[in-house]
């Protein structure tokens, strides 16, 4: 029993790659030997061996599917029928093995072997293809990849993870941040350790229905049931967990070295993916190189690069741009074309590291100096060409951006803040990720929360409102009491940045409302469980009755504290107000670029789609309309 890794409990047991190793530990030789007679028919057809003593084959064995093959050492070959595989769209070959070299290999029932180059001691099973490839070679003991040792966040080492075919972004992120607790690190040594153990295979393996084709080189390597390696550079010492619904695919001039690619992953278009581990329905592609680093389901890289990283979910990485040294497991951010989140190191070592937070924005060209804290300033943003000082900032949704003028007293390194912008001016932003990451999550073996107004998100917004009031005391009424400019030493949680008196105001109100409108949807969804399970329900109670629901017991704290005195019905129809509003900003947030569009393209207007008939905008005006019918409903009945 694992006392710090309860999940790791039945691991290497459920392994699809362990499964797939004790299968071929457990082969025995198959069919029979080559008897003399059928060693002349496969001589007819241009076939050698260093000893046919050591050649088996199967016991309907059809020796017409079998031409030009050498045999060095023991091989095995299966029953091969009149089928045909298709190789490419609209191409098929007959089953069997043709123009190779084959050493210490087995050949399973209806695989295609055809004008390979070296095929060495591997297993190449059922409806697998190898086609066109210069050398599939493997070492007998091979892990295939697995228990590669990983610098996360600090290239020098501190945090370094070790690797196993069926790890996660959770399981990764409690080790590397959990260096103080020794028995923790040792524990899940010892499990990577019989992991690697278990999954140590006498054999290569390109498993059931697999593909391998025009490649150059593969060794060390587990091709997963129905993976697809085609014109591949590289692929060496690694592993590819794969199945007919979400074949993990290696193409097009793509190299993959000492590293682990999860369901449904991809390496394509000349993408690196070296000592690096891709879970599931991740990507690297157009260039992209990714480096002893972890990528978290749908997370993706094209032209950049991501080095020494934790990169969590759905992060989009689409330009060149530089990630490195980065403990970012809560992903769902974007880095922008130009951003060099790299500064780890200035002319000393690469040793500092950064932690962006759940849906950081890297915009154009920023530079972020190491090393820096976001962790509890979710969905912030850092603007376009901002070079950030190293610094810890602890308020969510926030905009930093360059000073618009010298301030006397801050220094000209500095940037400006604006608290809660992201709320207040980019709404649209907000809503459209939270339904974009739900309807292009194709993970099914992680569990994501895509609510970005829940608890957590919660209690980090309400301690940045109460820090932005308690730097003004009301008892100080006068105008001239009240700073127009604020650093880290008023406001903690500020960084290396200012902020302006009216920001202050503003992301208060901003934090306010959200933190409203997080409780009244809370109490919507309360209401309608209280009707649906009580047949005289007592509507009155429903804001002081404790509950077991923690997430309710929350959301009325919450209501408690910001709306103190109001029944349901009057909360409801402050719901549908609120409701409204978050429309309303979402509408106007689009119309922003309309209306600088038009001001700058001469015919803006007629080619693009107008804020109104924006899919998003008109999907949250269809929500608010369903929204304002159902809390109406709720009332009649609350009323009643």
């Known amino acids: 029993m694992y006392q710090y890794f309860p999940e790791l409990e039945n691991v290497i047991e459920s392994s699809e790659l362990a499964v797939a190793v004790k299968r071929v530990k457990s082969l025995k030789p198959a069919g029979k030997p080559v008897s003399g007679e059928m060693q002349k028919k496969l001589e007819a057809k241009g076939c050698w061996a260093q000893d046919w003593s050591k050649v088996r084959v199967a016991d309907k064995f059809n020796p017409n599917h079998v031409a030009g093959v050498k045999f060095f050492g023991e091989c095995s070959l299966g029953a091969f029928e009149p089928l045909e595989i298709e190789v490419e769209k609209g191409v098929k070959l007959s089953t069997g093995v043709y123009n190779s070299v084959l050493v210490d290999t087995i050949v399973e029932d209806n695989a295609l072997v055809c004008n390979v180059g070296l095929l060495s001691n591997y297993v190449v099973r059922t409806g697998a293809v190898v086609l066109n490839t210069a050398m599939v070679s493997s070492e007998a003991g091979t892990a295939f990849g697995n228990g590669v040792e990983l610098p996360i966040a600090i290239e020098t080492g501190g945090r370094e993870v070790l690797t196993y075919a069926d790890i996660n972004i959770p399981v990764a992120e409690k080790v590397a941040k959990s260096r103080d607790n020794k028995e923790l690190l040792a524990e899940y040594a010892a499990f990577v350790k019989a992991y690697v153990e278990a999954v140590a295979s006498p054999k290569g393996i390109i498993d059931q229905g697999a593909r391998v084709s025009n490649t150059g080189k593969i060794t060390n390597s587990y091709i997963g049931p129905y993976a697809v390696v085609d014109n591949a550079i590289k692929v060496a010492d690694s592993t590819l967990l794969s199945n007919k619904d979400e074949r993990t695919e290696v193409i097009d001039g793509a190299y993959v070295i000492k590293s682990i690619l999860q369901w449904g992953c991809e390496a394509a278009s000349m993408g690196i993916v070296q000592e690096s581990v891709c879970t599931e329905h991740s990507h690297v592609e157009r260039h992209g190189k990714v480096t002893q680093s972890i990528l978290g389901p749908n997370t993706g890289v094209a032209e950049g690069e991501v080095t020494a990283s934790l990169c969590g979910p759905f992060v989009g990485f689409h330009h060149q741009s530089l990630l490195i040294a980065t403990l970012w ?202 009707l649906a399970e009580t047949s005289k329900p007592v509507i009155g109670v429903i804001l002081t009755q404790v509950t077991n629901d923690p997430r309710w017991e929350h959301e009325r704290a919450v209501l408690e504290r910001e709306l103190p005195g109001k029944d349901v019905a009057e909360l409801l129809w402050l719901l549908i107000e609120h409701q409204e509003k978050i429309a309303k900003d979402v509408q106007t947030s689009k119309e922003k670029d309309d209306q600088r569009g038009v001001r700058i393209i001469p015919d803006y207007a007629y080619a693009h789609e107008p804020a109104s008939q924006d899919g998003f905008v008109k999907e949250t005006w269809r929500v608010t309309q369903e929204l304002k019918a159902s809390v109406k409903k709720l009332l009649l009945t609350v009323m009643e």
């Not at 880095?335 to 500092?352: C, E, W």
């Open 329 to 530: 497991p809560e992903g769902k951010g974007n880095v922008g074309y130009g951003a060099n989140i790299g500064s780890n190191h200035t002319s000393k070592a690469p040793d500092q590291e950064l932690w962006p937070g759940e849906g950081m924005f890297f915009g154009l060209g920023c530079n972020v100096k190491f090393p820096s804290d976001f962790t509890k300033a979710p969905y912030s943003v850092v603007a376009t060409g901002v070079t950030a000082l190293p610094q810890k900032v602890t308020f969510p949704f926030s905009l930093i951006i360059t000073p618009d003028s010298i301030n006397a007293g801050i220094s000209p390194a500095y940037n400006e803040i604006i608290p809660g912008w992201v709320l207040s001016d980019n709404i649209f932003a907000v809503m459209r990720n939270e339904g974009k990451y739900i309807k292009r999550n194709k993970a099914r073996r992680t569990k994501f929360e895509f609510q970005v107004f829940r608890p957590e998100i919660i209690d980090l917004m309400i301690d940045a409102r109460n820090r932005l009031k308690g730097v003004r005391d009301d008892r100080l009424l006068a105008q001239r009491d009240v700073k127009s400019l604020y650093t880290d030493k008023d406001v903690k949680g500020l960084g290396k940045n200012y902020m302006k008196e009216d920001a202050r105001i503003r992301g208060m109100k901003a934090y306010t409302f959200y933190i409203r409108y997080y409780a009244l949807l809370g109490l919507k969804k309360r209401v309608e469980k209280v």
